[in-house]
């Protein structure tokens, strides 16, 4: 060491003793040199302490280790090698990181937390399998993992020893071990040996476990299991020995412990019907389970507990009837403890109670004599060489036999138990190795310790001999591996207190002889020891007692109670009990006390090891055999079964005795470690060397010490000897290995410290130089600063004086300016007033002369009206004066003229002129009279010849009546008339009714459907309102709430994750769906080949008149709208809102519809007449043609009603062609929507153009049939008038003649009334009754025929209106739809989007046509192709015929094919069924991926489906059948045997894809047509449904990505860890720190030159490998991104994974390492184009975890920042990356308890899962999407090296 270092300086810390603490740490605040007596210190209170230091009676203090070591994960890897240093480490360990696992040397340490850990999951199991022990961080695993691995590598077995303290976890940690090896090592076949191997632990913990003061579990035996395993390491068996079960529990259990749990798990569960017979209560009324007080464990279900037990028993093989054995015989263990023996007065006898229930109970379960029973309870038998006599017993003697007969029932029990275990683990295979795990109880003392302490004791020294050795060898292999001068190495040997306990004349051989000393007590043993062993060193005697020993253990000194000693030796139960047991009728009871043979030797392992029970047995059947023999026996047994394997050692810790979560007591630790052998791992490791170091990583470490002069020689490891020859000057503190550099314990603490103050220096010549820069930098700015300051001042002064110069110069322009605006405005001001003045002044004197004018002229008015008035009123009474005067004398001369006048009218003269006019009128009136009589006698004489002619007719029609009268026997033919005619007028008035009726309902109806389009409007128009509305709000919220990207990104997270989980499950509907598809395609293909026959068809009227006539589409009439309510909606919103309203162009298109039906319906009609008109003018009509008079007048009539609707349509078109050519030209601003009602005009114009045309043409026709009518009709009247003159007849209107019943009855009555003219003419000679009776039948009828018509037309229209009504709500669905998309548009877009939208449906429609033709030419094709087979067959056939007697075998078509020319082939390969096998080896089979390397990528699937459509083409369903059979099957076997290949994986998943696309690609399916060219959909398969099979490739196109997957992680896998967290992608950058683990050398294959080493370039040269391939064999990019986000979450998994279980890596460099390491991931994946695949998202857990590591780890707001930071990492493992932080050096500082407390309180909200690490087996949902190829199979090229030449081109 340098001379100027010394260890005791000031401020360096030591250990000093505590009796509280153990130890206490302190700092030393004086220089110490040797010699002094006292060393000052400072504790860490800041208290003084002066420590007192003796060269013998007190030490120097113990060194610390500096803060950098501190929680390292092995202990051998401190610098100081101590006890204070070990307990200190386990202390931060365990408090502060709450890590329970730390590595000592080849010893787990593990301290039982007293709480569930999420650190024992499958996937912890995974990440240490195949790990190296000290690559992770210390943990049962790892141990685990350590012997599986040595086991098959050395092919040797193996040894796991878990040892410690009642409570200290031993049972956890051996469960977890076995847990480990049932994972990683299961079962090959369907034994599930390790299910069992794992059950038989809850039925152990139930019959061997007990409730202790320390442990509320503890297992109260020992037991070593054997876990076979076979050849390829795969568990076939095990077995298992126990050691030492504590029997007296059975009998006693101290205060608060409790009894075995099977007997508390069976009185939990005695209320179970099934358990009634046994009897059993609450344990508190059992003796053997209420001694304790204390019957429950506080969160144990005893019941569930039970059930578990139950379940492992039938497990394991366990019959239910043996089950119910094993409980009765632990139920009359309960029974039996209370079975109460009374003393007798005498004090030597006893008796038990007649009627105890509890004996009877008893008696019944174990199946025995009551009566015998009660009697050898209480007495016993002896036995001398003469006779033998029968003694009663004491109460007491009686009391401990029946305890010692239950012991030895339960024990037996117990045995039988674990014998029927290992008879369920045992195998019939042969055994290749195994690996043994021994849970066994460790070093104990107590106040009083007893047998079981001495035999616990005993086997912990056997145990810690062979640990120390093991120890010992190790460490000497390992100095002779790296060449180091061995020197011995003292260390403790525990032979002498071995041979103490076991040797000769030992304390067993001492205590089995006094055993057999009929009279042997406690007593007289102990005088024997204290005779025999008083002078040895491990052997005292206490002071104040004589019956109690004292031996010195390895771990401290223990003091024996002698009594009870014999008792529990001997184990002593009298013959008599057991013969009455043997005699059971319960077979299962005889059998546990019949003697066996003794059991051969096992044979499970290569070891010749002996059974534990393997000694023979004493000649008699008294159990001679002693309890401290058998032990002793079991234990050589175990101890040649360790030695002959490799044992890796577990130490269980108990950190405190209140069995508290996280709560550490040193005192209690100390005590432990020094018991369990870790200190004195610790000392011999510190004897040596203890601190090694490789050379590279020495060289990184204390690079910084050289100079640069020693680094230029490349051998680093001359240059690490160079350096330690300068550091430490003396040669025996550190030795150079091969491999490694090894230092004495406190150099790697002395290195460090020259370390630390070169990085002192260093920092303070840094700081020196960046001060002085920044003063200097300071300076310069001040100067700086000083002189721009000085400028800026000086301008402020000149501008301030030329500011002052402009201000004076600017003050006297102002005071100018000034001066002249005042005198200007005073001059104004006078000005002004003068003016104002005279103003006022002239306006007085002009208003003072208005006044007097204005008052003139009012005086001039007033006068004119007063002379006014009294003119008129002189006037009024003059004029009334002359009036009256007039008035009398025009009355005195009337008076005078009426006096004359009279007196004239008496005289002739005037009479005569009075007559003179009336002789005029006279004259002519007698003429106009004369010519009326001529008139009239010119009627009568007419109306005689008319009379006569009625008469004759009369006569005659009389004569027909009286025959007519005479044949039907009626009366009066009057009163049939009359009520006829009443009848019809009831009938007329019920039609007027009737009619009325309808015509209201009709109204109503529709009123009420109106007022439901209404509401359904008013409805949409508030849905329309609404969405507004939301729109608004969310578009407010959106504005509100820019926050809430976060929440939406994990929306979009979780909708991701359901879109996988939901392709996940698609995969497995996919077949399904598939076939439906298919399916439903081949039916619509059937119908329409159906459909559409050979032959000619004539179509519809109404497609024809479409096709030939109108170039718009049709649309049927219950699609019509209300065009009124369209032309109002259109005056009303607008042309332009209107364009932009779908719903109003909808139904300007329907009513163009409208107009088209109306077209063609008059078009029928017209055809209809015509085809009437001929078939009448073909054939003479008859003169009594009853059916063709209704048809003329039903044809009239309903010409009639189509001129009438004709106008009317044509009125309501020309309205609303009228309103929308007004709106448009209002409104003609906008280009786009003039263009579309233009459009919508002019094909109303086209419609009203051929209305017209059919109009004319009806027109015609109707003149033509009322012509022809008429000239019928006269030749009928000439022909009659030859007979019979005819009554005159109104033409008359029959029903409809789709009616012919009403028709024919019509004409029947016409006739009959025709009949009985004579009467008509009898009534009423003039006809006017018969005429009124015709017109009202004809009225009549026509209006029946008009009710019927108008019935029929409100039951169409009621079904339109329906229907409508429907439409109306598809449409509204629609158009909410539409809306949520429009409302979101620009106004401009609004208008594009609705014209797009009829463009759409025009142009859909035309498909829909164009779709008709290409089925008819599709028909057509494949007619011509059948065809043209049916050709080729006939020709192959004459081929082959012509060619048999010249060759063995045809070739097929081959003339044919040669015929063909080059052009006609057709994608299609033929083959021989013969050869299918050889195209299946050749193709498939034998392929290479390099061999098609050049060629066409995917070339076999291609060649494949090619011979599949030959196959189809011939119709060929067992070729297609086997060719697709034989191919999926010989994929599958090559993929098995290339199982571990990628390229050839690749290869063929990229093949069987491409195959499965192409199956879809020519299916014929129009799903899959979209992107083929015409000729590929020429070489679609054309017979067979191949949906099946296109499922059958897609599951195994999954299976072959699935192992694709596991293939390729398999490769990157061992690489992972090393490229992204080990090597330096960034050089220099990682500082190593001291070594946290020294690598064991077993744990290392060294065969190869220890464990490979990756970087990141060979980690994305493998990547870019993958990629390659994949790119080359033509897989498609969508499933080559899927493989890379695949591999993608392994290597996040794997990384993460590693960095939460490795505490060297936990670092800011390594976060900078990883940070790094992944943007070159991401880097890869943009330049290979897969930046899209969402790879790199999953690399946001570890970029996050870089991120943790890097940023500061100290305030609160750091705690903020890291919570909104790792969003995609949960809780546990933000906290475990902290709590595994490590600096590198001591300039950083570790995460503080609080801080990490704090991000533990902000994190507690999240919901996140339990899980620690991440699933590296999780596996991504595949999609294939479909990919059809470009490549057209005619042109394919089929290499000549592929050797198909039996393959033939067709």
Known sequence: MAAQYYPYSKFTRVWIPDPEDVWKAAEITRDYTEGQSLLHLKLEDETPLEYPVGPKSNPLPFLRNPDILVGENDLTALSYLHEPAVLHNLRVRFLESNHIYTYCGIVLVAINPYEQLQIYGEEVINAYSGQNMGDMDPHIFAVAEEAYKQMSRDERNQSIIVSGESGAGKTVSAKYAMRFFATVGGSANDTNVEEKVLASSPIMEAIGNAKTTRNDNSSRFGKYIQIGFSRHYHIIGANMRTYLLEKSRVVFQAEDERNYHIFYQLCASASLPEYKDLSLTSAEDFTYTSLGENIFIEGVNDAEDFKKTKEAFTLLGVKDGSQSNIFRIMASILHLGNVQICSERDGESCHILRDDAHLKHFSRLLGVELQQMEHWLCHRKLATSSETYVKKMSSKQAINARDALAKHIYARM?????????????????????????????????????????????????????????????????????????????????????????????????????????????VNWAQKLYKQHSSKAQFQKPRMSNTSFIIIHFADKVEYQCEGFLEKNRDTVYEEQINILKASQLQLVADLFNEKDD????????????????????????????????????????????????????????????????????????????????????????????????????????????????????????????????????????????????????????????????????????????????????????????????????????????????????????????????????????????????????????????????????????????????????????????????????????????????????????????????????????????????????????????????????????????????????????????????????????????????????????????????????????????????????????????????????????????????????????????????????????????????????????????????????VSMSEVGDTEDSIQLVEEMGVEKAAMDISLFMKLQKRVRELEQERKRLQTSVDKMEELAKHRSSEPRSPTSVQE?????????????????????????????????????????????????????????????????????????????????????????????????????????????????????????????????????????????????????????????????????????????????????????????????????????????????????????????????????????KLKKQLRIYIKKVQELEAQAAALSSRSRPELSRQVTVQRKEKDFEGMLEYYKEDEALLAKTLITDMKPNTVSATVPCLPAYILFMCIRHADYINDDQKVESLLTSTINAIKKVLKKNSEDFETTSFWLANTSRLLHCLKQYSGDEVFMTQNSAKQNEHCLKNFDLAEYRQVLSDLSIQIYQQLIKVAEGIIQPMIVSAMLESESIPSLAGVKPMGYRNRSSSMDTDHGGPSSYTLEALIRQLGQFHGIMRDHGLDPEIV??????????????????????????????????????????????????????????????????????????????????????????????????????????????????????????????????????????????????????????????????????????
């Open 1189 to 1421: 008079t209704a048809d003329l007048a039903y044809n009239n009539l309903k010409r009639e009603e189509l001129e009438t609707e004709n106008k009317k349509l044509k009125n309501d078109l020309n309205n609303l062609r009228k309103t929308i050519s007004e709106r448009a030209a209002q409104n003609n601003s906008s280009n786009e929507l003039q263009d579309g009602y233009n459009l919508l005009l002019s094909q109303l114009k086209s419609a009203n153009e051929e209305l017209d045309a059919r109009k004319e043409e009806v027109l015609i026709l109707r003149t033509q049939i009322v012509n022809a009518a008429q000239l019928q009709e006269k030749n009928e009247q000439i022909q009659q008038s030859n007979n019979v003159p005819e009554v005159p007849e109104v033409p008359e209107v029959t029903e409809v003649p789709e009616d012919k019943e009403e028709a024919l009855r019509a004409y029947q009555g016409l006739t009959e009334s025709k009949s009985i003219q004579q009467d008509w003419c009898y009534l009423n000679e003039d006809g006017e009754l018969g005429l009124a009776y015709q017109g009202l039948k004809q009225v009549a009828r026509l209006l029946e025929t008009q009710l019927q018509s108008q019935s029929k037309k409100h039951k169409d229209e009621l079904e339109a209106l329906h229907t409508q009504i429907e439409l109306l709500k598809d449409d509204i669905e629609k158009k909410q739809e539409i809306l949520s998309y429009t409302m979101s548009l620009s106004p401009e877009a609004k208008v594009e989007y609705s014209i797009q939208q009829e463009i759409t449906r025009l142009t859909n429609d035309n498909l829909d046509l164009k779709e008709l033709v290409e089925k008819l030419e599709k028909n057509e094709r």
């Open 1681 to 1850: 991104g899927q493989v890379v986000r695949q591999l993608f979450h392994c290597i996040n998994a794997v990384t993460l994974n590693n960095l939460l279980l490795r505490k060297d890596v936990c670092s800011w460099s390594t976060g900078m390492q990883l940070r790094y390491n992944t943007s070159q991931l991401e880097e890869w994946l943009r330049g290979n184009n897969l930046y899209q695949s969402k790879a790199a998202a999953i690399l946001e857990p570890i970029i996050q975890a870089a991120q943790l590591l890097q940023v500061k780890k100290k305030t609160t707001q750091d705690a903020e920042a890291i919570c909104s930071l790792c969003t995609a990492l949960n809780t546990q493992q933000i906290v475990k990356v902290l709590n595994l932080y490590t600096p590198l050096n001591e300039f950083e500082e570790r995460v503080t308890v609080s801080f990490i407390r704090d991000i533990q309180s902000r994190l507690q909200n999240r919901n996140d899962p339990p899980q620690l690490l991440v699933d590296t087996k999780h596996t991504f949902p595949v999609l294939f999407p479909y990919t059809p190829s470009a490549l057209s199979l005619e042109t394919l090229h089929i290499p000549a090296s592929l050797q198909l030449d039996f393959l033939i081109r067709v």
């Open 599 to 1114: 059991a051969p030797a096992s044979k499970s392992s290569r070891v010749n090891v002996r059974p534990a029970k393997s000694i023979p047995r004493a000649p008699n059947k008294e159990h001679r055999k002693t309890v401290g023999h058998q032990f002793r026996s079991s234990l050589h047994l175990l101890m040649e079964t360790l030695n002959a394997t490799t044992p890796h050692y577990v130490r269980c810790i108990k950190p405190n005795d209140f069995k508290e979560s996280f709560s550490f007591d040193s005192s209690r630790a100390v005590q432990q470690l020094r018991a369990c052998g870790v200190l004195e791992t610790i000392r011999i490791s510190a004897a040596g060397y203890p601190s090694r170091w490789t050379y590279p990583d020495f060289f990184s470490r204390y690079r910084v010490l050289m100079k640069k002069s020693d680094m230029t020689s490349s051998d680093k490891k001359l240059v690490c000897k160079n350096l330690l020859g300068t550091l430490i000057k003396e040669p025996d503190m550190f030795q150079f290995g091969k491999t490694k550099i090894f230092f004495r314990a406190g150099q790697v603490a002395y290195l460090e410290k020259l370390r630390a103050d070169k990085f002192r220096a260093a920092c303070i010549k840094i700081q020196k130089t960046v001060r002085g820069w920044l003063q200097r930098v300071r300076y310069r700015k001040i100067r700086k600063t000083a002189i721009t300051l000085q400028r800026y001042g000086r301008g402020y002064l000149a501008r301030r004086y030329a500011e002052y110069l402009r201000l004076t110069r600017a003050a006297l322009v102002c005071q100018k300016q000034y001066r002249m605006v005042r005198d200007r405005r005073a001059y104004l001001r006078v000005r002004q007033a003068v003016v104002t003045i005279q103003a006022y002044a002239k306006g007085m004197f002009t208003r003072r002369i208005y006044w007097e004018f204005l008052l003139h002229h009012k005086a001039m008015i007033i006068q004119k009206n007063v002379r006014g008035w009294m003119q008129r009123k002189k006037f009024k009474r003059a004029r009334n004066a002359a009036i009256t005067i007039q008035c009398a004398f025009r009355r005195t001369r009337a008076k005078q003229q009426l006096k004359q006048r009279k007196i004239e009218a008496r005289s002739a003269e005037h009479l005569k002129k009075l007559n003179s006019g009336m002789e005029n009128k006279i004259v002519q009136l007698q003429r106009k009279m004369d010519d009326q009589s001529k008139e009239l006698k010119i009627q009568n004489e007419q109306l005689q010849t008319v009379n006569i002619g009625l008469g004759s007719e009369v006569n005659k029609l009389q004569k027909e009546l009286k025959q007519l009268q005479g044949q039907r026997n009626e009366g009066g033919q009057l009163t049939t008339l009359q009520e006829e005619l009443e009848r019809l007028r009831a009938e007329l008035q019920e039609a007027h009714a009737l009619r009325k009726r309808l015509e209201e309902e009709h109204s109503s109806e529709k009123k009420s459907l109106k007022q439901r389009v209404e509401e359904l409007e008013t409805e949409n128009s508030l849905l329309k309102s609404e969405k507004e509305e939301m729109n608004q709000r969310i578009l407010q919220q959106t504005k509100n709430s820019p926050d809430d990207g976060s929440h939406v990104s994990q929306t979009e997270v979780s909708l991701q994750k359901e879109l996988d989980a939901e392709r996940q499950r698609y995969q497995n509907l996919l077949k399904e769906f598939s076939r439906m598809e298919q399916r439903y395609d081949n039916l619509k293909e059937e119908m329409s080949l159906n459909k559409f026959q050979p032959g000619h068809m004539r179509n519809p009227s109404n497609q024809s008149s479409l096709e030939s006539d109108s170039n718009y589409p049709s």
């Open 414 to 522: 117990f045995d039988w138990i674990v014998e029927h275990i290992n008879m369920s683990l045992y195998t019939s295979s042969k055994q290749h190795s195994f690996i043994g795990v021994l849970d066994i109880y460790g070093f104990e003392t107590f106040e009083i310790n007893s047998f079981e302490q001495f035999c616990i004791n005993y086997a912990n020294e056997k145990l810690q001999q062979q640990f120390n050795s093991h120890v010992f060898k190790l460490e000497q292999e390992e100095y002779m591996k790296e060449q180091i001068p061995w020197t011995l190495i003292d260390f403790y040997d525990n032979q002498p207190c071995i041979d103490l306990i076991e040797a000769r004349l030992g304390v067993l051989d001492l205590l089995d002889e006094e055993c057999k000393v009929p009279k042997g007590t406690d």
